[in-house]
């Protein structure tokens, strides 16, 4: 009897380390590859971008949306030998403050990616595109972009309306 429980906690830890691994490659944490790889290796390894961007010297950077509810973007920029050379997450405070009225919405998807959400403001012929962000619970960084312009119009924090959904187990609290 001794050595059939010894069995059942062999195989209790083995399936716990087996989960523990398989957690670990759900995603990959900042700086899971070094400076150098391949742009291929990096797509390969990071799922398919969300984007892709050009940068000046012929250098590309590659969006990748991670995290639940569209909390983290990851920005991978490479050289124009196609080899990376910096990797960072762009949803914070440091990045939005350089959000700026009359700043191209093109150069705001270069910053910060893809919003989580837009919504149109039909009266005043905008779009305000929504970021959550790591640490900001009920706050999210907004972007007005004018439809005429294609420029931003303002920025700022505003409450998320995930947050308005009753504590059921289908909203956001």
């Known amino acids: 009897m001794m050595q059939r429980d010894r069995g059942w906690l062999r195989l209790g830890v083995s399936l716990f380390a087996g989960v523990a691994v398989l957690g670990g490659c759900a995603s990959l944490a900042p700086g899971g590859l070094p400076l150098g790889t391949p742009i291929a290796q990096a797509r390969q390894a990071w799922f398919g971008p969300a984007a892709q961007y050009p940068l000046p010297g012929g250098g590309t950077r590659l969006e990748f949306d991670q995290g639940s509810f569209g909390r983290q973007t990851y920005m991978l920029d490479f050289d124009a030998a196609g080899r990376l050379v910096a990797l960072n997450q762009v949803l914070n405070e440091a990045n939005f403050a350089t959000i700026t009225p009359g700043l191209p919405a093109a150069e705001v998807l270069l910053r910060l990616g893809h919003p989580v959400q837009v919504f149109p403001v039909g009266w005043q012929k905008l779009q305000v595109w929504n970021y959550r962000y790591p640490g900001g619970d009920c706050v999210w960084f907004q972007v007005s972009i004018s ?26 609290q």
């Open 147 to 172: 439809d005429a312009t294609q420029r931003v119009t303002e920025a700022g924090m505003g409450t998320d309306p995930a947050c308005d959904r009753p504590a059921d187990g289908m909203g956001w």
